[in-house]
């Protein structure tokens, strides 16, 4: 019966990855019809606005009277359907190499999106460069600010007095720049570099996040998942991956035997022949052995699967060099703008978690976590070295760029960190 049932469910396991299959492979035979099609879909919605809304010339504010709000909505509409047009057409191109497929059809509405973008591609790319360039300009104005702050801070002569106070020439040089006619375009114009950079920052930080975080759940479900247990299930395989898991399996039979001898004895069961508790214990552990060939197939499943999240973070990495800039430059700003006793805060907060007198636990249960996560026996004095040696490294590296950094950007801030860590 047992056997019966387990080559029931292993057959339907294989029915259904052999449905997902078939879908994925239906899926991905209909993507450069499906890309061409959204692709044309958002060249529709840009000519219909400029026919309906722009007397049949192109999206800007040269072509009609509009409010800023307006305008600011029309090419909010355009940059979306542009960019699903881009993006729906590398879709297309790649998937089209890949297949072969050659089709009449699709030149009429590829020669529609082509006349459709025509009139955009030298726009989009004046603004990228324009972007480019604010970017560029903000780093390195906020890396002379830095260095400025560094240098006053340093220098010898900055307390010199002169005809009149600093303070009162900066004062004036603010009024100044404040009435100046070019004041409200320039904080404009600081505005949106400030803006896309916080947001080029969030985003790249959640497909930072996301990205390897679905490719591992992806690759897991539908390609490693199977492979393994079908090499598992072909060969004669163990039960057990490690020495741990045998003597949980072996510790929670004990446990039932005993349990079922306590029942036994306390009269809440019908009392049982020998035969028959030796039934029930083998049938016990013919569940705990299929329990554990499932645990130790995940635990080779998430080996495979980690290590293609670990390519696909690399890759994210590889091909994002000026949104790394931006997130550096972003998070330079955001750490600057804390208080001093927010800065002290959150370094004695880091340091309490990872190198305080109670951060030893906190790093034996990560560790045994990631252990069993890979299907490893976890180590007790390997823990226990890794224990003793990081935190103290990492512990030393803190230290040394409070003495050496923090000491120079923000003097307020690391006597603040000195007193409240007093």
Request: glycine share 2%; net charge neutral.
């Given at each position: 019966?047992?056997?019966?049932?387990?080559?029931?469910?292993?057959?339907?396991?294989?029915?259904?990855?052999?449905?997902?299959?078939?879908?994925?492979?239906?899926?991905?035979?209909?993507?450069?019809?499906?890309?061409?099609?959204?692709?044309?879909?958002?060249?529709?919605?840009?000519?219909?606005?400029?026919?309906?809304?722009?007397?049949?010339?192109?999206?800007?504010?040269?072509?009609?009277?509009?409010t800023p709000n307006v305008m600011s909505y029309w090419q909010s509409i355009l940059r979306q359907n542009l960019t699903i047009i881009k993006l729906r057409?590398?879709?297309?191109?790649?998937?089209?190499?890949?297949?072969?497929?050659?089709?009449?059809?699709?030149?009429?509405?590829?020669?529609?999106?082509?006349?459709?973008?025509?009139?955009?591609?030298?726009?989009?790319?004046?603004?990228?460069?324009?972007?480019?360039?604010?970017?560029?300009?903000?780093?390195?104005?906020?890396?002379?600010?830095?260095?400025?702050?560094?240098?006053?801070?340093?220098?010898?002569?900055?307390?010199?007095?002169?005809?009149?106070?600093?303070?009162?020439?900066?004062?004036?040089?603010?009024?100044?720049?404040?009435?100046?006619?070019?004041?409200?375009?320039?904080?404009?114009?600081?505005?949106?570099?400030?803006?896309?950079?916080?947001?080029?920052?969030?985003?790249?930080?959640?497909?930072?996040?996301?990205?390897?975080?679905?490719?591992?759940?992806?690759?897991?479900?539908?390609?490693?998942?199977?492979?393994?247990?079908?090499?598992?299930?072909?060969?004669?395989?163990?039960?057990?991956?490690?020495?741990?898991?045998?003597?949980?399996?072996?510790?929670?039979?004990?446990?039932?035997?005993?349990?079922?001898?306590?029942?036994?004895?306390?009269?809440?069961?019908?009392?049982?022949?020998?035969?028959?508790?030796?039934?029930?214990?083998?049938?016990?552990?013919?569940?705990?052995?299929?329990?554990?060939?499932?645990?130790?197939?995940?635990?080779?499943?998430?080996?495979?699967?980690?290590?293609?999240?670990?390519?696909?973070?690399?890759?994210?990495?590889?091909?994002?060099?000026?949104?790394?800039?931006?997130?550096?430059?972003?998070?330079?700003?955001?750490?600057?703008?804390?208080?001093?006793?927010?800065?002290?805060?959150?370094?004695?907060?880091?340091?309490?978690?990872?190198?305080?007198?109670?951060?030893?636990?906190?790093?034996?249960?990560?560790?045994?976590?990631?252990?069993?996560?890979?299907?490893?026996?976890?180590?007790?004095?390997?823990?226990?070295?890794?224990?003793?040696?990081?935190?103290?490294?990492?512990?030393?590296?803190?230290?040394?760029?409070?003495?050496?950094?923090?000491?120079?950007?923000?003097?307020?801030?690391?006597?603040?960190?000195?007193?409240?860590?007093?």
């Open positions: 019966m047992k056997n019966f049932l387990f080559t029931k469910n292993r057959d339907l396991l294989r029915q259904k990855v052999y449905e997902y299959w078939e879908v994925m492979k239906q899926w991905f035979i209909n993507t450069p019809e499906r890309s061409l099609t959204q692709a044309y879909e958002a060249a529709q919605k840009i000519r219909n606005i400029e026919i309906e809304h722009f007397n049949n010339q192109i999206i800007s504010a040269a072509s009609v009277s509009e057409l590398a879709e297309f191109q790649t998937s089209r190499s890949l297949l072969e497929i050659s089709h009449p059809v699709l030149l009429n509405k590829l020669q529609f999106i082509d006349e459709v973008i025509a009139k955009y591609q030298q726009q989009t790319v004046i603004l990228s460069n324009i972007n480019q360039q604010s970017t560029s300009k903000s780093i390195k104005i906020d890396s002379e600010i830095y260095q400025n702050t560094s240098n006053l801070i340093n220098s010898p002569n900055n307390q010199s007095v002169g005809f009149l106070p600093s303070s009162i020439g900066r004062t004036i040089n603010r009024i100044t720049t404040d009435f100046s006619p070019q004041a409200e375009a320039d904080f404009i114009r600081n505005y949106h570099i400030s803006q896309n950079r916080t947001r080029t920052s969030i985003r790249f930080l959640i497909l930072l996040i996301v990205i390897p975080l679905l490719t591992q759940k992806i690759s897991k479900e539908f390609f490693v998942s199977p492979i393994v247990q079908r090499v598992r299930s072909e060969q004669v395989t163990p039960v057990f991956l490690n020495s741990e898991m045998e003597e949980e399996a072996f510790k929670e039979l004990k446990t039932f035997e005993e349990q079922l001898k306590f029942q036994t004895l306390l009269k809440k069961a019908p009392t049982l022949s020998p035969e028959e508790i030796e039934a029930n214990i083998k049938e016990k552990a013919l569940e705990i052995a299929k329990e554990f060939r499932w645990k130790s197939k995940e635990a080779i499943s998430n080996v495979f699967a980690d290590l293609i999240s670990l390519v696909a973070f690399a890759l994210v990495i590889a091909n994002s060099k000026r949104e790394i800039v931006a997130i550096k430059s972003f998070i330079d700003e955001l750490i600057f703008g804390l208080s001093d006793s927010a800065k002290a805060f959150l370094i004695i907060l880091f340091t309490d978690i990872f190198v305080g007198f109670h951060s030893p636990h906190g790093w034996e249960v990560i560790l045994e976590g990631i252990a069993e996560h890979l299907g490893v026996a976890a180590n007790e004095s390997l823990i226990f070295l890794f224990i003793a040696t990081f935190p103290v490294i990492l512990d030393t590296v803190v230290k040394y760029w409070i003495f050496r950094y923090l000491s120079r950007l923000s003097p307020s801030a690391l006597a603040t960190y000195k007193e409240m860590n007093e």
